[in-house]
């Protein structure tokens, strides 16, 4: 940590979350500085650090895996695609840096686990970046279905859809390239928003799963999965069904179903827009509207929170890797069309 009580973040990959979200969240936290930016070219970090007046460091990837500029940072931030996560976890925890990981860990378990391993043999803090778990929506939605309030839960429902191709128009990116996305595109992107909602308002896991996919444009030619659907029995006995689409219609709900009542948010996923959120409780009704939070600052400030005062930060590593197991799961179950245990 520097001198005036903030931690100086290194942020690995320069996409557009890192620029237009994770940097601006950052500029309007309270604990936490971008101090070294990582990308592909020197000129792309350089352009980027430019725009900055906190950013000392702008170094490639390669400088970064050397170690270069390691006393200018305290955390790393880490933004790549799915696959190329677990080096620059690797890197950091060589490095003895905390690390706020992005979503999903990793492209498969074999490597999540990895990242974890990393993260324990260099003794270094890991979360993952879930921001939905820094919702004020959503952890009211927990805290009701902790307090009983609509009696015990029975059946979730969570959806979230988006037109990839539209939202980034590129047929070569990432997230439709299986040796960088990993299982899939849309399971793997967005169908973790509501498995891991669910696991955080349950409070419960995942021990068997269902699915099917589909996958027609001509988009998703080398991914199973352009419209998902599966769905999970929990520990707690709870069924959770989740739809996710990359090419429909930009939607998100979530709703749990309990003995006494029923708790809606839609929409939900989408870090920009306020969420009506309904609850029922018995022969009560009431309806909210929650206005956006900037999740990100949230979630950087309580990570940074955590490093400073010596707390675990959650969702850890394990939390993660969990997503992924029952995420693996899942596109075993569509290829298979056998129920998994997770
Ligand atoms: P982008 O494609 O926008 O950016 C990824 C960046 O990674 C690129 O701009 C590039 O940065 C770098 N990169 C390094 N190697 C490669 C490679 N071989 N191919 C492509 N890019 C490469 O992706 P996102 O920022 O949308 O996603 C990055 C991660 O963040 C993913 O794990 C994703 O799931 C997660 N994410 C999470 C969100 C959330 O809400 N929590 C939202 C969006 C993404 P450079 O040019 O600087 O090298």
């Known amino acids: 940590r520097s001198e005036d009580g903030t931690v100086r973040f290194a942020l690995v990959g320069l996409g557009w979350w890192t620029r237009e979200e994770a940097m601006p969240a950052i500029e309007s936290s309270t604990f936490c500085e971008t101090t070294v930016v990582v990308s592909g070219s020197h000129e792309k970090a350089d352009r980027v ?32 695609p799915n696959a190329l996560h677990l080096p620059y976890v690797e890197a950091a925890a060589e490095y003895g840096k905390a690390v706020l990981c992005e979503k999903p860990i990793e492209a498969s378990v074999e490597r999540a686990e990895r990242v974890v391993a990393a993260a324990e043999s260099g003794d270094v803090p890991l979360m993952v970046a879930y921001r939905m778990q820094t919702d004020p929506a959503v952890r009211r939605a927990r805290e009701l279905v902790r307090d009983g309030e609509i009696g015990d839960p029975v059946q979730v429902h969570g959806h979230m859809s988006q037109r990839l191709m539209e939202v980034i128009p590129d047929p070569d990116q990432w997230r439709l390239d299986p040796d960088l996305t990993g299982y899939g595109a849309t399971v793997m992107d967005l169908g973790i928003y509501p498995l891991n909602t669910a696991r955080f308002v349950l409070d419960a896991d995942p021990v068997s799963v269902g699915a099917q996919f589909t996958a027609e444009h001509e ?45 809606l948010l839609e929409p939900v996923f989408y870090p920009d827009q306020t969420r009506f959120m309904t609850v029922r409780s018995g022969e009560q009704r009431v309806e909210v509207q929650v206005p ?51």
């Open 49 to 80: 650090a430019a725009d900055t007046d906190t950013v000392t460091d702008a170094l490639t990837y390669d400088e970064f895996l050397d170690g270069e500029a390691r006393d200018a940072y305290d955390a790393v931030y880490v933004v790549t």
């Open 292 to 342: 956006p939070v900037n999740q990100m600052t949230e979630e950087f400030d309580y990570f940074a929170d955590c490093l400073l005062s010596g707390a675990s930060p959650h969702p850890d590593g394990e939390h993660g890797l969990a997503d992924l197991r029952a995420i693996a799961a899942v596109y075993e179950a569509a290829d298979t069309g056998e129920r998994v245990v997770v």
């Open 219 to 263: 988009a998703f030619a080398d991914v199973p999965d352009e419209h998902a659907s599966f769905e999970a029995t929990f520990d707690d006995g709870t069924e959770v069904s989740c739809t996710a689409s990359q090419n429909a219609q930009r939607a998100s709900s979530f709703r749990v179903v309990g003995t006494e009542g029923e708790i």
